[in-house]
């Protein structure tokens, strides 16, 4: 895969069709981890109140690459490869603690939270026997340190050294999106973690398509969360590769004739919108907390990192790969320090639209694990990626029957990987 180029790859130059080789080829898959997730992109890696105090740590990972993000003693951020300098053992094992250094487990080399190896047990040996060899220099053997910034208590980290700032890669869109949802403190409701059975650009599609979302979640058009009926649309970054999805209340829901129209449009399409009840319809509550009427929008950072709304449900995804079939979620679930009681409950209870089991993130999960199956071995055929129209890339859309954030996100991957068709979208 590797040996083709861009010309040869891409059977549009719009990235109106997707080769399925791309989401099976292994040879490619590695190429991904080095060229975009050790590249220059900044990988999202959880929250900072993960990590409040000095020598609070937690593990994670970027690509394949197993991390250690701590804080420290001045309240730095610290970002290191968790690989021993030693015979290569994950030092930390642990998802979250606290220690003033790095131990590990195999040899017990210690390392300093900024990375520095400060320990070998038996370096000169015992009784004149054994140990390392004088010329050994421990300045040569510490933890790996990657770049790390934070904007409004998200941390990213990159491989790259020369990379453009965080503040300039998220660029004014997802700078205004993240300054709205993480306005003040936070705190953390929980965690969600789920393995799927598929490539990790499924779930980037998936999460970039409106197109299907009141299609293939039942539970969106039955309660009104989102329909295509309601304004929302997409938005674009300048690199095509960040996006942002979103949908509005209809002003006019609740006219009885308003309702049944929209009912009507799902059912010419063979959905149906009254298969499933609650008992409790509290879970669907709406407290609102921001200025503007926006009750569900989704962001998606280029490569890993997704930001959400969805009523007062709050979260960020991290997205982790796991090989060319398979990725894990990590889904953060949060609201702010000052929420009531009954605020902070209503969060909770929402929660349950997310994650392995949710109303309507286990469907998604159900489909790419499907996709993967039925292309497994398909070397020739395509995907159709032409919903909202070919051509240019569209930077904004004002409906939600479009694929063009897709399309964006291919034109971004195209060119990390050095696979631009000539004249391709940019």
């Given at each position: 895969?590797?040996?083709l ?20 080829d292994?040879?490619l898959y590695?190429l ?8 220059p ?6 929250l ?8 609070d740590?937690?593990t ?8 250690i ?8 951020l ?10 290569g ?5 642990e ?13 017990r ?14 370096k ?5 026997k054994g ?5 050994f ?46 306005c ?23 999460l ?11 539970f ?53 919108a009254?298969?499933?009840?609650l ?20 962001a998606c ?17 991290q ?7 398979s ?23 929402q ?5 392995p ?8 999960a159900e ?17 159709v ?14 409906n ?16 990390l ?10």
């Amino acid at each position: 895969m590797s040996t083709l180029t861009g010309d040869q790859i891409w059977p549009a130059k719009d990235y109106a069709r997707i080769p399925y080789k791309l989401f099976t080829d292994e040879e490619l898959y590695q190429l991904e981890l080095q060229k975009i997730f050790q590249g220059p992109t900044w990988n999202f890696v959880g929250l900072e109140v993960e990590i409040p105090e000095w020598g609070d740590f937690k593990t994670t990972f970027v690509g394949e690459t197993p991390i250690i993000v701590s804080r420290g003693k001045t309240g730095e951020l610290i970002a290191l490869v968790n690989r021993c300098g030693h015979r290569g053992a994950m030092v930390r094992r642990e998802t979250h603690g606290n220690e003033r250094t790095h131990t590990c487990i195999y040899h017990r080399w210690c390392y300093s939270l900024e990375g520095d190896l400060i320990g070998i047990p038996f370096k000169r040996g015992v009784n004149g026997k054994g140990g390392l060899d004088p010329t050994f220099n421990e300045k040569e053997h510490g933890l790996q340190r990657l770049r790390i910034e934070s904007f409004k208590g998200m941390m990213f980290v990159t491989f790259d050294h020369e990379m453009e700032s965080l503040h300039d890669y998220l660029g004014p869109l997802n700078r205004e999106q993240i300054s709205r949802i993480m306005c003040r403190p936070i705190k953390i409701l929980g965690f969600q973690k789920q393995v799927i059975n598929g490539n990790w650009k499924l779930y980037q599609e998936n999460l970039r398509d409106t197109y299907h979302a009141s299609l293939l979640h039942s539970f969106f058009v039955t309660f009104g969360l989102d329909r295509v009926t309601n304004p929302g649309g997409t938005r674009l970054d300048a690199s095509k590769g960040h996006s942002f999805v979103f949908n509005r209340p209809d002003p006019a829901a609740a006219d009885s004739l308003v309702n049944e129209a929209s009912s009507q449009v799902y059912a010419s399409e063979g959905v149906k919108a009254e298969r499933v009840s609650l008992e409790d319809t509290w879970f669907l509550s709406f407290h609102k907390q921001y200025d503007d009427d926006m009750r569900l929008y989704l962001a998606c950072l280029f490569p890993n990192a997704h930001y959400q709304q969805m009523n007062n449900c709050l979260n960020t995804r991290q997205m982790i790969p796991k090989g060319p079939g398979s990725f894990e979620v990590v889904w953060t679930i949060f609201g702010y320090e000052d929420d009531t009681e009954e605020l902070a409950e209503l969060r909770k209870f929402q929660a349950n639209f997310i994650g392995p089991a949710g109303f309507v993130s286990m469907e998604d999960a159900e489909v790419i694990e499907n996709m993967q199956t039925a292309f497994r071995n398909e070397r020739e055929a395509c995907s159709v990626v032409e919903m909202g129209g070919r051509g240019p890339i569209l930077m904004e859309s004002d409906n939600k029957v479009n694929e063009i954030p897709i399309r964006g996100f291919w034109s971004k991957y195209a060119r990390l990987m050095d696979l631009e068709p000539t004249g391709g979208e940019r």
